[in-house]
């Protein structure tokens, strides 16, 4: 005997019989079940597909950063032939594509010879057309040259970009009416970066050591706010640069650190303030002096620097000489030898009788040396011309047996003594001007300021993470929503157990006839009860015929005369 309980011609009640497939049981579902799965399987999968795509979509990495305009028009006209996607990042600045695609587009890129950049260099020159003139050439070699320092000098960790202007006059064949050239450098800093002196002067010597006949004087740097970071040239001390005023910075933190170490354990960690102001001076001096002195003192030594002797001796003729008269007129008689004997006046006599006449000189100058002292003196840049310290003490602070805390001000001999360590802290000097002031004022205690905790939903780092797991959690919650509400139903409908047959078709089926057993339709409470399976069953039969004899006697007598319950 079969064990599928066909239903009995006429009935109103649900097939009893189940099919034994699953896609069987699916196309046994009522057509509003079975758009509700199939509405919901096609969700699903979309959902699913675009939460891969969105995964995929926000994996970009940059392509190229810090382009001009030019540039980046290129590009992306570029890209859209070769169908990469893209993307734009701060505000235009930056391109991004596929993270799998940076370098292959890059490549892709280079080989169309992009990005071409704003600077241009010497590579200016190789394009060179043919019947240019004198005047294109120099442009050229002019944009050519600018463009490679703009390159040099923007490898600077603290330069971002820079433009240089040089002026190069036309030189002719006069040397006296030659001009120099000139430049200037206009540099855009990184925020919060400054360039050292140091650095600023390198700049001037690759500029100038660029250009022939340049002089670095001749070289000008500014800053993108508009100031000469140069100097004057005519006044190097008319201003103070950033590496003179970290220097005097340092020198006022020093002397308030010696002034904190030394008065904090006396008076306590909280209750000392004071500041100091110095004045540096960085200017440079440079004297030279001359110092002659005669060589004084018998043990002296004198040097002979130079010595110039000049002798000269010389004689002339004999002349007339006697009584004018005949005697005169006669020749000279030949000289004889002196007198052996004779004295001086004899032999000048016998001269003068001769007539010879003679003539002699001597001049001698003599240069010595002189004492000379050369002294050349520079004064040291940084020195301290005044110091002027000024330092608050705060009461004293007393605490009784009680507990109870009350404040003293402090007498004059402890703030003279205060004074004098102050004075001795920082090298006070009376005739360079400093001055120390030092007072005791009570201190006011401010009422801390609780700093409240900043929201969980207002901090950036969780308004980023939301931000980002917006998309995926809202398609997650619409997958969960097609899955419960569309699929599952229906699923759980197809996977059903079949129900469980009625009493009267079991005795039906029990019994292999056509006639159909009377029901307890009639009876309305027996035709409700299943067959007696359990001893709840039994008792609920029980229970009925105590309560209904008759009702139970009429379908046991149709039972068994096969007659239908009246």
Known sequence: MDNAVAPRPGSTDLPLVQPAGFGARLAALPTKQKASLGFGIAALLALVVAMTLWKSEGDYKVLYANLSDKDGGAIIAQLSQMNVPYKHADGGAAILV????????????????????????????????????????????????????????????AVENARVHLALPNQNGFFREQQKPTASVMLTLYPGRTLERAQIAGIVHLVSSSVPEMNPKAVSVLDQTGALLTGDQANPQAGLDAQQLQYVAQVEAGYQKRIFELLEPLVGRDNLRATVTADVDFSQTEATAEEFAPNQGANAQIAIRSQQVSESTGSAGAGPSGVPGAATNQPPVPATAPLAGASGPLQAAQAGGNGAMGSSRRDAVTNYEVDKTVR??????????????????????????????????????????????????????????????????????????????????????????????????????????????????????ATAPPPSPAPGAQLDAVVDDDNALPGATEAGALAALPAPRSNENLDTARALAKENPAIVANIVRGWVNGEAVT
Do not use: C
Request: positive net charge; without cysteine; aromatic residues 6%.
């Open 98 to 157: 596929p993270a799998t695609k940076v370098h292959d587009v890059r490549l892709k890129l280079a080989a169309a010879g992009l990005p071409k950049g704003s600077v241009v260099g010497y590579e200016l020159m190789d394009g060179a057309r043919f019947g240019q003139t004198q005047f294109q050439e120099r442009l050229t070699f002019q944009r050519g040259l600018e463009g490679e320092l703009t390159r040099s000098i923007t490898a600077l960790a």
């Open 376 to 493: 050349v003196t520079r004064n040291a840049t940084g020195t301290v011309k005044r110091l002027n310290a000024a330092v608050v003490v705060n009461h004293r602070s007393n605490t009784d047996a009680k507990g109870k805390t009350t404040t003293t001000p402090l007498s004059q001999d402890e703030i003279a003594k205060l004074t004098a360590l102050v004075q001795e802290s920082i090298g006070f000097k009376q005739d360079r001007g400093d001055s120390v002031k030092v007072i005791n004022a009570p201190f006011r205690a401010d009422p801390a300021v609780k700093e409240e905790p900043l929201p969980l939903w207002k901090q950036p780092e969780i308004l980023d993470l939301l931000r980002a797991a917006a998309v995926p959690a809202s398609l997650v919650l619409v997958a969960l929503l097609v899955f419960f509400g569309m699929i599952r139903p229906a699923v759980k409908a």
